[in-house]
């Protein structure tokens, strides 16, 4: 058994540990409540404008907005990786680096993969073993959709050009404070949805549905990369409020054993001392 002075020097540093995981939590959970309101108000908005323009690109060919939509043999792709830019959220990177992995191994198998990291505990990892063509971290230090728009219009730039022949966005997708999905979501091209043309026939359009795709699609576009990441950046405070909260239970149980075992040594050395002093004496009087 340790002795009293180190396990003493345990409880100290575990009740410090303590103090730094629970506040962490109360860090996390103030900013998960304005994360969270985000996202929540965004995905109608999203949701929507993706449907209806899916619909709209589906009747569209040889223009700007059909460039968007066009489907291509895939020769190679592009995979977006969301992740943040700190540790200390449980499984939330590992869970993006591993659905990467699979992407590239199961669904792209035999097919030219690049990747392009949003966040810098995907690049430390991805970066070893595959090809990262670029990777951005200061995104998160300003979260604004003009901020997201710059990479959008990046990669749209990319897909037009026939550098890639499509791609995808791998994220966490935030559904509670402990629950985290990572999903791969087709970014380019845009991917028809069925009835797309019956969809489109119940609207009048006004202007045309050219000028709407011309001007809509690429904001589209933009939204929902910006949507993406501000699902990741609300999935990654809940995750991070979720494993600060268990380090704090994790750490209070270990204390309150030590604490314990600390009692109980204590005493063991009182018991001891008080036999010594028994013995010493009834040796004085013999």
């Known amino acids: 058994m340790a002795n009293l002075k180190e396990?003493?020097?345990?409880?100290t540093?575990?009740?410090s540990t303590m103090q730094i995981t629970s506040a962490m939590k109360?860090?996390?959970?103030?900013?998960?409540?304005?994360?969270?309101?985000?996202?929540?108000a965004m995905r109608p908005y999203s949701s929507k404008l993706t449907e209806l323009l899916q619909s709209l690109s589906a009747t569209l060919e040889g223009n700007t907005g059909g460039a968007y939509s066009e489907?291509?043999?895939?020769?190679k792709v592009l995979l977006v990786t969301v992740t943040s830019n700190r540790g200390l959220c449980g499984g939330f990177n590992s869970s993006i680096i591993k659905k990467t992995v699979s992407t590239i191994n199961e669904t792209y198998n035999g097919v030219e993969v690049d990747l392009l990291t949003i966040g810098k505990k995907g690049n430390d990892i991805l970066s070893k073993e595959y090809n990262v063509v670029e990777n951005n971290n200061s995104i998160f230090d300003n979260l604004t959709f003009d901020s997201a728009a710059e990479v959008a219009q990046q990669l749209m730039d990319l897909y037009v050009a026939g550098t890639y022949d499509r791609i995808e966005i791998i994220y966490n997708q935030f559904k509670n404070a402990a629950t985290q999905i990572a999903?791969?979501?087709?970014?380019?091209p845009i991917k028809p949805i069925e009835g797309g043309d019956n969809v489109s026939s119940d609207y009048i359009f006004e202007p045309s549905k050219e000028e709407i795709v011309l001007e809509l699609i690429p904001k589209s576009l933009k939204t929902q990369l910006y949507k993406a990441i501000r699902d990741s950046f609300a999935a990654e405070h809940g995750a991070r409020m979720t494993a600060m909260h268990k380090a704090t239970d994790n750490a209070k149980e270990l204390r309150d054993d030590l604490l314990l075992t600390y009692n109980k040594a204590r005493q063991a050395a009182i018991t001891n001392e008080i036999l010594e002093i028994v013995g010493g004496a009834e040796a004085l009087n013999n």
């Open 13 to 15: 540093s575990i009740k």
């Open 7 to 11: 396990i003493r020097n345990r409880i």
């Open 71 to 75: 489907q291509r043999e895939v020769n």
């Open 26 to 40: 109360m860090v996390s959970a103030a900013k998960l409540k304005k994360a969270q309101d985000a996202i929540t």
């Open 183 to 188: 999903m791969v979501e087709q970014f380019l």
